[in-house]
């Protein structure tokens, strides 16, 4: 008599974290300054203000949103304070970021805000294909996990390497 197929990786009681997953369903999306800029150099506070109060803020609602400016100008904090002001009641979050870097940005934050007490004296491996981010939240990941673990490892469940683990 054969023996039944056993999912020796489900058995060993490894739980299995995709940082990639968490970014599934979010809405991306960016707010450049840059058009603003008065002859390409600098904002004016009056028609800042004008644009900011006409900007359409459906396109950002719950979004994560990151604030840039693609033109090589220096915006004051001001400025930027008011964009994150105005965005502030509908998006999700709002970053001061390039929007290549707003999904390791939500990701750190999510890492930030994660609830750690399921993975009290448990056997975690994170995920490590496909998630194009960086590495700042993976450390974040590691600092915040670490003290609550009983091991973390990298990778996937058939293929891993340690990271950590408790004495």
Request: glycine share 8%; net charge negative.
């Amino acid at each position: 008599m054969e023996d039944a197929i056993r999912n020796r990786v489900e058995e060993s009681g490894l739980i299995q974290l995709d940082l990639g997953a968490a970014l599934g369903g979010r809405m991306l999306r960016d707010l450049d300054l840059a058009p603003q800029l008065w002859e390409g150099l600098v904002l004016r506070e009056k028609p800042y203000r004008e644009w900011l109060a006409a900007l359409d803020q459906g396109a950002f609602k719950g979004a994560d949103v990151a604030l840039h400016c693609s033109a090589d100008a220096v915006i004051p904090e001001w400025a930027w304070m008011l964009a994150a002001s105005t965005l502030q009641p509908v998006a999700a979050a709002v970053y001061l970021c390039h929007p290549d870097a707003l999904p390791g940005e939500v990701l750190k934050r999510l890492v930030e805000e994660m609830d750690i007490l399921p993975y009290q004296d448990k056997r975690l491996v994170v995920k490590g294909c496909g998630l194009a981010t960086g590495a700042a939240p993976s450390v974040r990941l590691v600092e915040r996990l670490q003290p609550v673990v009983r091991s973390l490892m990298f990778g996937e469940p058939c293929s891993t390497v340690p990271v950590y683990k408790s004495r």
